[in-house]
C-alpha cells in the first residue's frame, strides 16, 4: 500500500496535473533490498515507484535524495549500475560504524553507473553532532551542484527525519531543526520543473516527524518559510563535516565538473559563501561588459581617376 501510495503520488507530479506531492507512508522503506527486509523496512517504496516512474512513463533521468540520517543501502543496491537514476544520500557514517554501516564515500557505483552514487557520508560522530549548518553546506556544495547538473525530469525524496534534534544517540543523535528541512525542500524544488515527490521514512520522535513534514509541505505550497536564525546562517560547519565534505568532492569531481569549483567553500558559511558567489557574479559582469573599443578604419574613398590635360 505504501508503494502504491508514493507511486500515485508521483504520477501525477510528472503527468503535470499537480506539481508535487507528500506521501505520509509507514512503514519506510529505504533499508529494503531486493528479497532482504531490515530496519523496520519491507518494501521500498521510493525505489519501487521510480522503477514504475520507468518503465510504465519512460522517465529518463530520476533524481533520489535521501536525507534519512540512515544510509539507504536498499536504495543504493536498486540502481547501483543504473545511470538513468542519481542517488544521492546525506547521512552518519562513522566510517562505517553507525547502522546499516553501508554507505562509504567510495561508493560510487559500477559499470554504466558509477559516479550516478552519491554517499555525503558524515563521520567524526557527535563532537560536535551535524546540525543546520553542516546541512546548508552540504546542499550548498555537494548535492544541488550535482543535481543541477544531473538535470533530473522528476525528484523523489526518501524524507526521514531521525536527523531531527530529540532523537537519542542510538537513533541518530544529530541536531537539524525542522525548518532547516523546508529550506532543503525549496532547493530541490528548483529541479525538473518543480515535479517533486517526498516520501516520510524513518523518524522515531513524533514532535519532530509533524514539525519537519509541516515545514516540507509549506515549502511544496510555496508558503513562506519562517526565517532562519541569524546564527545558523553565520555559522561555519564543524571541522568533520568539511573533511567529510571535501573527501565525497574528491572521489566525485572525476564524475561531475561542478564539483572542481565548489571545493573552496565547504568551510564557509551560509552568508559567507552567497557574500562569495555575488562578488563573483560582478566580477563576470563586470569583466564581460568590459570592451575595447576599436575604431575600424575609415574607408578611403576611390581616387578619380585625373583629367587628362589636352596635349599643346
Same mark, same amino acid.
Given at each position: 500500500?505504501?508503494?502504491?501510495?508514493?507511486?500515485?503520488?508521483?504520477?501525477?507530479?510528472?503527468?503535470?496535473?499537480?506539481?508535487?506531492?507528500?506521501?505520509?507512508?509507514?512503514?519506510?522503506?529505504?533499508?529494503?533490498?531486493?528479497?532482504?527486509?531490515?530496519?523496520?523496512?519491507?518494501?521500498?517504496?521510493?525505489?519501487?515507484?521510480?522503477?514504475?516512474?520507468?518503465?510504465?512513463?519512460?522517465?529518463?533521468?530520476?533524481?533520489?535524495?535521501?536525507?534519512?540520517?540512515?544510509?539507504?543501502?536498499?536504495?543504493?543496491?536498486?540502481?547501483?549500475?543504473?545511470?538513468?537514476?542519481?542517488?544521492?544520500?546525506?547521512?552518519?557514517?562513522?566510517?562505517?560504524?553507525?547502522?546499516?554501516?553501508?554507505?562509504?564515500?567510495?561508493?560510487?557505483?559500477?559499470?554504466?553507473?558509477?559516479?550516478?552514487?552519491?554517499?555525503?557520508?558524515?563521520?567524526?560522530?557527535?563532537?560536535?553532532?551535524?546540525?543546520?549548518?553542516?546541512?546548508?553546506?552540504?546542499?550548498?556544495?555537494?548535492?544541488?551542484?550535482? *543535481?543541477?547538473?544531473?538535470?533530473?525530469?522528476?525528484?523523489?525524496?526518501?524524507?526521514?527525519?531521525?536527523?531531527?534534534?530529540?532523537?537519542?544517540?542510538?537513533?541518530?543523535?544529530?541536531?537539524?531543526? #525542522?525548518?532547516?528541512?523546508?529550506?532543503?525542500?525549496?532547493?530541490?524544488?528548483?529541479?525538473?520543473?518543480? $515535479?517533486?515527490?517526498?516520501?516520510?521514512?524513518?523518524?522515531?520522535?513524533?514532535?519532530?516527524?509533524?514539525? #519537519?513534514?509541516?515545514?516540507?509541505?509549506?515549502?511544496?505550497?510555496?508558503?513562506?518559510?519562517?526565517?532562519?536564525?541569524?546564527?545558523?546562517?553565520?555559522? $561555519?560547519?564543524?571541522?568533520?563535516?568539511?573533511?567529510?565534505?571535501?573527501?565525497?568532492?574528491?572521489?566525485?569531481?572525476?564524475?561531475? $565538473?561542478?564539483?572542481?569549483? #565548489?571545493?573552496?567553500?565547504?568551510?564557509?558559511?551560509?552568508?559567507?559563501?552567497?557574500?562569495?558567489?555575488?562578488?563573483?557574479?560582478?566580477?563576470?559582469? *563586470?569583466? *564581460?561588459?568590459?570592451?575595447?573599443?576599436?575604431?575600424? *578604419?575609415?574607408?578611403?574613398?576611390?581616387?578619380?581617376?585625373?583629367?587628362?590635360?589636352?596635349?599643346?
Amino acid at each position: 500500500m505504501a508503494t502504491k501510495y508514493v507511486f500515485c503520488r508521483s504520477l501525477p507530479a510528472v503527468w503535470c496535473h499537480l506539481q508535487n506531492g507528500f506521501a505520509v507512508v509507514r512503514p519506510p522503506g529505504h533499508h529494503a533490498e531486493e528479497s532482504t527486509p531490515m530496519g523496520f523496512c519491507y518494501f521500498n517504496s521510493v525505489a519501487v515507484a521510480a522503477k514504475l516512474l520507468q518503465q510504465r512513463l519512460s522517465v529518463s533521468k530520476i533524481l533520489i535524495v535521501d536525507w534519512d540520517v540512515h544510509h539507504g543501502n536498499g536504495t543504493q543496491q536498486a540502481f547501483y549500475s543504473d545511470p538513468s537514476v542519481l542517488y544521492v544520500s546525506l547521512h552518519r557514517y562513522d566510517d562505517g560504524n553507525f547502522f546499516p554501516g553501508s554507505g562509504a564515500p567510495d561508493e560510487v557505483g559500477t559499470g554504466p553507473g558509477v559516479g550516478f552514487n552519491v554517499n555525503m557520508a558524515f563521520t567524526g560522530g557527535l563532537d560536535p553532532p551535524m546540525g543546520d549548518a553542516e546541512y546548508l553546506a552540504a546542499f550548498r556544495t555537494v548535492v544541488m551542484p550535482i *543535481a543541477s547538473e544531473f538535470a533530473p525530469d522528476v525528484v523523489l525524496v526518501s524524507s526521514g527525519f531521525d536527523a531531527v534534534e530529540g532523537h537519542p544517540t542510538p537513533l541518530g543523535g544529530y541536531n537539524l531543526s #525542522a525548518r532547516c528541512f523546508g529550506y532543503l525542500t525549496k532547493q530541490l524544488m528548483g529541479l525538473a520543473g518543480g $515535479r517533486i515527490v517526498l516520501a516520510l521514512e524513518g523518524g522515531h520522535d513524533l514532535t519532530a516527524i509533524c514539525d #519537519a513534514s509541516e515545514a516540507c509541505v509549506s515549502a511544496l505550497l510555496g508558503n513562506e518559510l519562517d526565517p532562519l536564525p541569524e546564527k545558523v546562517l553565520q555559522q $561555519r560547519p564543524n571541522a568533520n563535516a568539511v573533511r567529510s565534505m571535501e573527501k565525497v568532492m574528491e572521489i566525485h569531481s572525476k564524475y561531475w $565538473r561542478c564539483l572542481q569549483r #565548489a571545493t573552496s567553500t565547504a568551510g564557509r558559511s551560509l552568508i559567507e559563501a552567497q557574500t562569495c558567489e555575488n562578488e563573483e557574479a560582478e566580477t563576470v559582469t *563586470a569583466m *564581460a561588459s568590459l570592451s575595447v573599443g576599436v575604431k575600424p *578604419a575609415e574607408k578611403r574613398p576611390d581616387e578619380e581617376p585625373m583629367e587628362e590635360e589636352p596635349p599643346l
